[in-house]
């Protein structure tokens, strides 16, 4: 009688991805300390990626403020805020060799970030609930058949925790939660609301504030 060979059992190894790390901050006004301070913590909590949600310029001075990300080798992302121009949104990311999805979507790993940018408000980068939308729609007709998604906007979504300011939020940044479902939404804006968090709908909803958050996925 001839034995059958036999083998080693083989196991069940499920393939782990590693998570997108990412560090989000938005109302930086233009201070380089705060983007220095911002810088540090990217590289000291790892990041792999750098979100900024708007009003990158406005209120102290304008040097150096994106260059200490790239000084530590950190890709960033930018749109702009009701206090930066769209012309200066897109000059800083040609000067400093950074991605603007201001109405665009790019991919990391296997995570896709769409954003718009403006805001109903004063300053250069004051824009209207159409053009807000127009652009969200515009942004995510470039993540088709991705998965989790990630929407970028400077404004805050209309009915969110945000709005115990006063402030008004935006209708239109409601409609394309519902419509887009992204699995988290990164704003700014309301500096006294920096850090709050809820859910509306599937959506994990984030104002990001000038301190910055890190999150995963």
């Not at 001839?2 to 393939?15: C, F, G, L």
């Not at 006004?29 to 983007?35: A, E, K, V």
């Amino acid at each position: 009688m001839v034995k059958e060979p036999t083998h080693p059992p083989v196991e069940n190894k499920e393939i782990i991805k590693k998570k997108l790390r990412i560090l989000a901050a938005g109302d930086t006004h233009g201070d380089s300390r705060l983007t220095k301070k911002l810088a540090d913590r990217a590289e000291r909590e790892e990041v792999d990626l750098v979100v900024l949600c708007g009003d990158i310029t406005g209120w102290v001075e304008t040097k150096d403020i994106i260059k200490p990300f790239k000084d530590k080798h950190k890709r960033v992302l930018i749109l702009p805020g009701n206090w930066d121009s769209f012309a200066t949104a897109d000059f800083l990311a040609q000067l400093y060799g950074v991605r603007n999805i201001h109405g665009y979507a790019v991919k990391y790993e296997d995570v896709g970030f769409f954003g718009a940018g403006g805001a109903d408000g004063p300053g250069p980068g004051a824009t209207t609930e159409r053009e807000l939308m127009k652009n969200l729609e515009k942004a995510h007709r470039g993540l088709k058949g991705i998965e989790k998604k990630i929407m970028v906007t400077h404004m805050h979504p209309a009915g969110s925790k945000s709005e115990f300011s006063g402030i008004g939020g935006s209708a239109a940044v409601r409609k394309a939660i519902k419509e887009f479902e992204p699995d988290i939404l990164l704003h700014s804006h309301i500096h006294e609301a920096s850090g709050m968090e809820e859910k509306i709908g599937k959506t994990r909803v984030i104002n990001v504030g000038r301190e910055g958050k890190v999150i995963e996925i």
